[in-house]
T-cell receptor
Framework: GDSVTQMEGPVTLSEEAFLTINCTYTATGYPSLFWYVQYPGEGLQLLLKATKADDKGSNKGFEATYRKETTSFHLEKGSVQVSDSAVYFCALSDSWKGNEKLTFGTGTRLTIIP | GAVVSQHPSRVICKSGTSVKIECRSLDFQATTMFWYRQFPKKSLMLMATSNEGSKATYEQGVEKDKFLINHASLTLSTLTVTSAHPEDSSFYIC?????????FGSGTRLTVV
């Protein structure tokens, strides 16, 4: 079945540091890939997505590129802020349209120190 | 747009009682909603997929008689934890589908004492 393997946390960085959270996947066919963020006490919010190979999703300074050859979708940000502290989930679905279930990675807790 | 409201956000109940969690799509119609359970320091696990007007599809290992799901309208799905036990204590999150993807509720922290 489909699966997502995500870099284990927690990750602690200083403000303005460079961030990478690794994510690889196993799936049949051509899934859509997502990064979700969960701020303390809140539900999940879509951070970015990519629906086909070589697509780059971006939002709020975060980026991730759909790499079919390495089955990866690593999350990056050039300069993190304290407000980026949250739990980040990599996920995949057979469809970006919302009618198929999401398969999540284990989540990576990110803490940014001023 | 595409707002989902989940209620309650926190609930404490006694062992053996039942608890109902509601998930509403406020500004769109959701033919499909998903219910997830989040374990401490672990990922979200899909419990079931609910489709409006039909029976929910449960994932393997999820007790359908314990976790009752009803999706009677295009804007409301409910999850009822029946005869709750302490091991049912968890964070439950719903997600509603729409043409542009998924929107998640803010979750319900259930504590069974």
């Amino acid at each position: 079945g489909d699966s997502v393997t995500q870099m284990e946390g927690p990750v602690t960085l200083s403000e303005e540091a460079f961030l990478t959270i690794n994510c690889t996947y196993t799936a049949t066919g051509y899934p859509s890939l997502f990064w979700y963020v969960q701020y303390p006490g809140e539900g999940l919010q879509l951070l970015l997505k990519a629906t086909k190979a070589d697509d780059k999703g971006s939002n709020k300074g975060f980026e991730a590129t759909y790499r079919k050859e390495t089955t990866s979708f690593h999350l990056e940000k050039g300069s993190v802020q304290v407000s980026d502290s949250a739990v980040y989930f990599c996920a995949l679905s057979d469809s970006w349209k919302g009618n198929e279930k999401l398969t999540f990675g284990t989540g990576t807790r990110l803490t940014i120190i001023p | 747009g595409a707002v989902v409201s989940q209620h309650p956000s926190r609930v404490i109940c006694k062992s053996g009682t039942s608890v109902k969690i509601e998930c509403r799509s406020l500004d769109f119609q959701a033919t499909t909603m998903f219910w997830y359970r989040q374990f401490p320091k672990k990922s979200l696990m899909l419990m079931a997929t609910s489709n409006e007007g039909s029976k929910a599809t449960y994932e393997q290992g999820v007790e359908k008689d314990k976790f009752l799901i009803n999706h009677a309208s295009l804007t409301l799905s409910t999850l009822t934890v029946t005869s709750a036990h302490p091991e049912d204590s968890s964070f439950y999150i719903c997600s509603a589908s729409h043409p542009y993807g998924y929107t998640f509720g803010s979750g319900t922290r259930l504590t069974v004492v």
